[in-house]
Nanobody, 123 residues
Framework: QPQLVESGGGLVQPGGSLRLSCAAS????????IAWFRQAPGKEREGVSC????????YYLDSVNGRFTISRDNTKNTADLQKNNLEVEDTGVFYC????????????????WGLGTQVTVSS
């Protein structure tokens, strides 16, 4: 049974950093595009970053470009999102999603989802 489990969320002050991790099981993550989505309170889930299979390409939402870095460890079947210089607007539940093939920016594009991890940026 394919499964994704996110971890690493928490409360952080503006300007701080967090590292989220997504652990995949039940499938070989390296053949899949792995994406991180954010859902702020009362808003739609939006794509924040994606890493294509074999790490050929990376994509970032404009508002996080230069602050967030997505990476993958195929030996551990995990994908991380390093988040620096966090802003209050980065608050939300972060989900990782996986799909066979290339990245997409719509929620419905992805086959598997984790349950999410809460990130709160507040002073």
């Amino acid at each position: 049974q394919p499964q994704l489990v996110e971890s690493g969320g928490g409360l952080v002050q503006p300007g701080g950093s967090l590292r989220l991790s997504c652990a995949a099981s039940g499938f070989t993550g390296s053949y899949y595009a792995i994406a991180w989505f954010r859902q702020a309170p009362g808003k739609e889930r939006e794509g924040v970053s994606c890493l294509s299979p074999k790490n050929v390409s990376t994509y970032y939402l404009d508002s996080v470009n230069g602050r967030f870095t997505i990476s993958r460890d195929n030996t551990k079947n995990t994908a991380d999102l390093q988040k620096n210089n966090l802003e209050v607007e980065d608050t939300g539940v972060f989900y990782c999603g996986a799909v066979w093939g290339k990245c997409g920016n719509k929620r419905g594009f992805y086959d598997y989802w984790g349950l999410g991890t809460q990130v709160t940026v507040s002073s």
